[in-house]
Every structure is written in structure tokens, then in C-alpha cells.
């Protein structure tokens, strides 16, 4: 009886001293996405090469305050793709090469607000069970808005957070959705894919080692007011893409001329209309001063009125004109 009591203790102390050495860590507490990006979640998990992947559970999901979403569950080693909820449809994918290594990598695509929360994966195998969790906060793009005249030269702000170097990675800027400047990998040369911005783009290649990715544009026109975007496709775990606005202000003389040169037809208008108003305001106080039988010029009219009276004194004095010696 003894020795079965003894059997026994030593099979529970070795279940418990399995489950405390078997460990799930999570590779990054706090992630920061901006939406529409991607992000790739990672746990690890003490494994042993003997283990049967038939005693492997992995159940990870997104933990809400009204809600738990699934984004991946391993049921005896077989995947369950059905039952991941609708909100990650299409967007989870893992990396089944490290799986085996006791590594989680799941890779979120097109990230959206809803996405933030908590996230949680347990893991169970032969030779216990654990979980780890961490958080997704996933934030609005940053968006600025630059003023600037028809004619300026103005720099595009974009700055990553945290500062990464981004020298050997791909940068892009679009207007519009289109892009007109790109730095590849590595290359001291930039490309510009638009005609229009030939010329007239450059980005601070010294300070990309910081982070700096903003882009110079020098001798704006009208068409180039819009929305601008840079983004670092390849950069993970980072706010890696921005947005400014250029806003062209209606002042200057540029402002005040067609794209042929000549003035706008509202400039035109108001020439036209201020004239007319200086002609009704001249005919009206003419019009006042007539009706109080006033003098509009009494200078010019006193005038006449003594040449007028010194010709007829003389008529009076000799009954002919005089005359001058």
C-alpha cells in the first residue's frame, strides 16, 4: 500500500514539475500599427523534438470586454480555419516553417481600429499548458496640413516613431494615390515615376539614418494641391506611414492670373463693377448740388461774374468800350 501511495506522489510531482517548466512567452508586450497596415504577432513555447504534433492545442484569439474573436486554433495538431471569426477573415496568415520550432508567427494584414485589444494564445502539449498575452493599439494615420503660394518651395514632413534608419529599405510618396517619388533599397538615386514632379522632388538622404523620410518640393503649382502619403512597405512594428495636405492660399499676384497669364474673369468683374460705382456716386452729388441751385465750380463761376461786371461798369462810365492805350 505504501509503495502505491509512493507510485502515485511521484506521478503528480512530475506532472506538476512538467507543467511548471513547460513556458509560452510573447516575443513583444505592446505593438502600435497605424490601420490598413500589417503586423506580425509572435509567442514562443518550450517544445521538444520527440513530441507528437497530435498534442498540440493552439487556441489564439482577441479579448474583448463583450467579445472574444478567434484569429487561429490548432486542434491535435490540425488546423481549424473555420472556426476563426469573420472580423479576420482573409487577413491571418501563419507561419507554419517556425511552428515546429515553438513559435507563433502570425502575420495581420490590412489592420483595422477594431483590431486594438488584448491578445491571448494558449498552447498545450504533452507536456503542459500555458498562455501569454499582449496588446494592439492600431491608430489613425497622422495627418498635417501645409500651407504654401503658387510658386514656394516647401518641404512635405515624415518622420517614423519610433526614429528607424530606413536606408536600406523602400520609401514611397504618392499624390493622389499615385506615386511620384521612390527610393529603392540601397540606391544613392531616387526615381521619379511622374513627369510633372521631374526635377522638382529630392528627400534628405543624410537623415535617414533618423528616421526623416520627408520630401522636398520646390515651385508648386495649382495642380499640385492635394494629398500626399509616404509610406515604408517593408518596415514592420513601426508608425510607418503619413499623410499631408497641401493647401494652396489665395493670396499673391500668381493667385490673380489664369494658367494663360491673363487675369481671372472674377478680377475683371470687380474692376468693371468698382468703376461704375465711382460714376453713380459723381452723377448723384452732381444731382444733390443742382437741386439746391448751389455752384459746382464757384470758383470758375466768380470768376466770370466780376470780368462780366467790370465790362459793363465801363459800358456805364463812357457809353463805349473802353479802350487800353
Not at 5 to 20: E, F, G, K, P
Not at 34 to 46: K, Q
Not at 192 to 212: A, C, L, V, W
Request: aromatic share 8%; charged share 25%.
Amino acid at each position: 500500500m505504501k509503495m502505491i501511495s509512493r507510485i502515485l506522489l511521484l506521478l503528480i510531482l512530475s506532472s506538476c514539475l512538467c507543467a511548471a517548466t513547460f513556458v509560452v512567452n510573447v516575443t513583444q508586450s505592446s505593438y502600435q500599427a497605424e490601420e490598413n497596415h500589417s503586423i506580425t504577432l509572435e509567442w514562443t513555447f518550450t517544445t521538444k523534438t520527440q513530441g507528437s504534433s497530435r498534442n498540440l492545442f493552439i487556441y489564439c484569439s482577441l479579448v474583448a470586454p463583450h467579445k472574444e474573436s478567434v484569429l487561429y486554433q490548432v486542434h491535435e495538431g490540425v488546423e481549424i480555419p473555420d472556426s476563426q471569426d469573420e472580423q479576420f477573415s482573409g487577413r491571418v496568415q501563419i507561419d507554419k516553417d517556425v511552428l515546429r520550432e515553438g513559435r507563433i508567427r502570425l502575420h495581420v494584414s490590412r489592420l483595422r481600429t477594431e483590431d486594438s485589444g488584448l491578445y491571448v494564445c494558449e498552447v498545450k502539449t504533452e507536456d503542459g499548458s500555458n498562455n501569454a498575452e499582449c496588446r494592439l493599439n492600431v491608430i489613425e494615420p497622422k495627418e498635417v496640413l501645409i500651407h504654401a503660394k503658387v510658386g514656394d518651395d516647401v518641404i512635405l514632413p515624415c518622420h517614423l516613431e519610433p526614429p528607424f534608419d530606413v536606408k536600406s529599405l523602400i520609401i514611397e510618396w504618392r499624390f493622389q494615390g499615385q506615386i511620384i517619388h521612390l527610393h529603392h533599397s540601397g540606391a544613392k538615386d531616387d526615381v521619379i515615376s511622374d513627369p510633372k514632379y521631374q526635377g522638382r522632388t529630392s528627400m534628405f538622404h543624410d537623415e535617414f539614418k533618423k528616421g526623416n523620410i520627408s520630401l522636398r518640393l520646390i515651385k508648386v503649382t495649382k495642380e499640385d494641391e492635394g494629398n500626399y502619403t509616404c509610406f515604408v512597405p517593408k518596415l514592420q512594428s513601426q508608425v510607418r506611414k503619413g499623410k499631408v495636405t497641401l493647401k494652396l492660399d489665395g493670396n499673391g499676384a500668381q493667385d490673380n492670373l489664369t494658367d494663360t497669364g491673363g487675369p481671372q474673369p472674377g478680377v475683371i468683374g470687380g474692376v468693371v463693377v468698382g468703376a461704375l460705382i465711382i460714376i453713380l456716386i459723381f452723377i448723384t452729388y452732381y444731382a444733390v448740388r443742382r437741386h439746391r441751385g448751389e455752384q459746382i465750380f464757384p470758383c470758375w463761376n466768380n470768376k466770370s461774374q466780376n470780368e462780366q461786371g467790370r465790362n459793363d461798369g465801363d459800358r456805364r462810365g463812357n457809353g463805349k468800350p473802353r479802350r487800353w492805350s
